[in-house]
């Protein structure tokens, strides 16, 4: 599967940016997804999870309540929508797929990604 990310960009705190993840070349619909992101001269951290059939989700504690993970209707697209954004969410941003199991907060768990996008939070 490609994925494709999109939706980054410069924004001041407090705004709010929707990230988008299209899928290609097979159906999205039998991955779990996810997003993670890496800020200059730090390890791609895990952001948010949604499970295969969509009814999991799993935030890291630094966006909980702020981001939310989600599915098109059309199911090749994940979503993630920020909100009351801070310059510490400042980073590119990556969609991940995964067929298999495993800790979905570990990077390496995750077999397909896209390109990143970058989400850049002025204060």
């Known amino acids: 599967v490609q994925l494709q990310a999109s939706g980054g960009g410069l924004v001041q705190a407090g705004d709010s940016l929707r990230l988008s993840c299209t899928a290609s070349?097979?159906?999205?619909?039998?991955?779990?997804k996810a997003w993670f992101r890496q800020a200059p001269g730090k390890e791609r951290e895990f952001v948010a999870f949604?499970?295969?059939?969509?009814?999991?989700?799993s935030y890291a504690d630094s966006v909980k309540g702020r981001f939310t993970i989600s599915r098109g209707n059309a199911k090749n697209t994940v979503y993630l929508q920020m909100n009351s954004l801070v310059p510490e969410d400042t980073a590119v941003y990556y969609c991940a797929a995964q067929s298999g199991g495993g800790d979905y907060s570990n990077s390496r768990n995750w077999g397909y990604w896209g390109q990143g996008t970058q989400v850049t939070v002025s204060s």
């Open positions: 949604l499970s295969v059939s969509g009814g999991r989700t």
């Open positions: 070349g097979h159906s999205f619909s039998s991955y779990s």
